[in-house]
């Protein structure tokens, strides 16, 4: 069976994925709009004034960032582990490999939470593998607002036929610019508009040196349909819920949070004529009041006993207070979130109470690490064959090592690993690698002044090296 790719001229896979950044920006956009606090405004009256849309601009509480930030914060990978160091024997985590070398010289380690937001984000993200001109292999994230990615079966392929990211927008008459892939080659692309075909050129050829295209995909969910969602779209209906009530909130608090003092039977002062004493009329032909200085330190009286004062109660705000606080826990449910990550209640919470707040939380992000963890693992295996380790691009054993992010005190993971060490006999080297925190130059370090203390095996290494290795016996000559 011929591949699709294979079939399909680069103008036709420009076009067709220019034509899916067209068809999916206005989506993605408004998800990006959200991100950054600009939202769709509460509902209000068709002629409220400029008090009321000052209010509505004060109303945004932007949730968003905190959905993406608290699992992104939770994402870093350490290591790489290695299928196999020879033998059919698992390898041990090593920094000292190609792939993570490929690791440091690309700055992955302060780069990689910009490929994780985006992911949660927009739903997906994704990395360029690439030798630069020195001959070095390195790895970019590119943004899904820029970059689009052909797949076969979108729902189980991790390798993309073809991918595009655009360079530079057009502006005016000059056209923009985007790079494409294809399983062999990279090409040029220029083009005036993204939904117009016709102006679409590919250019300049060349050979990019993997066997699959570079281009791989950080999916934070997919569904069967090859669909992506990231954490924020399902949000935004719970989100402009919140804003409607700070809206309303702030609504109340500004018209009708004081008391009202109310005056009935008694007419104002009215201006006079101070040489006729007639009353001074309008154009309408009423009489014009004389203004009333009035204010919290001055009382007013009247003489007229059938003049009556009142008051109108103020509005209660508590009503809008726990319509707000609902919304902000129906988000921490939906969200799978737990609520003082919200909310900044901690107060009298045991430790086992915040473990169980946090438990849905934890299952998130270890879901985000198996999908996160594929993807690098193509990385490896990309950059591996793009730097001629033939051996590693064909490792599908490997497997990226993550932090461990949860929050214990180190006397406790102490007092845990002593008891594995002690009561299930695990080698203690072999628990070095749970201690929180810990990175992987630190345990090279460590293993480097293990070998050093230890005395005993450099007395024994010592003494084999002194003594003189005994005489071969001849063989016995037969009579």
Known sequence: MIPLAASVSPAALARQLLAVLGRDGARLRRIDDYLHGQHDDPYMPPQADDEYRLLARRAVSNWMPLLVSTPAQALYVDAFRPGESGGGVPAAADSTTVEWEHWQRSRLDARQAAVYRGALTYGHSFTLTERARNGQVRTKGLSALRTAALFEDPA?????????????????????????????????????????????????????????????????????????????????????????????????????????????????????????????????????????????????????PDVRFGSLDETPLQGFIDSIDMSVRHLSAVSQTPPHHLLGQIANLSAEALLAAETALSRKIAEFRVAFGESWERVFRLAAELSGNITSAGDYRGEVMWRDMESRSLAQSADALGKLREQLGIPARGLWARVPGVTQTELEDWEHKAEQDDSVGQLASALKRATPEPAARPAPVAA
Not at 162 to 178: E, H, I, K, N, S
Not at 200 to 216: F, I, K, M, N, Q
Not at 228 to 244: F, K, S, Y
């Open 156 to 304: 189980n392929d991790e390798t993309p036929f073809a991918a595009l990211t655009v360079v530079t927008w057009p502006m005016g008459d000059d056209p923009g610019r985007a790079r494409l892939w294809d399983a062999r080659n990279e090409y040029v692309v220029r083009f005036l508009s993204l939904d117009d075909p016709d102006s679409v050129t590919v250019s300049d050829l060349r050979r990019h040196g993997a066997s699959e295209c570079p281009v791989t995909r950080f999916a934070a969910s997919v569904d069967l349909e090859g669909r992506t969602v990231g954490v924020i779209e399902p949000m935004i209906a719970l989100q402009d819920r919140i804003n409607q009530s700070v809206f309303d909130l702030l609504l109340a608090q500004t018209y009708g949070s004081t008391k009202v003092r109310t005056v009935s039977g008694m007419a104002p002062p009215i201006q006079r004529d101070p040489e006729t004493g007639e009353p001074v009329l309008d154009a309408a032909g009423n009489p014009v009041p004389l203004p009333i200085n009035h204010n919290a330190k001055r009382f007013l009286f009247a003489e007229d």
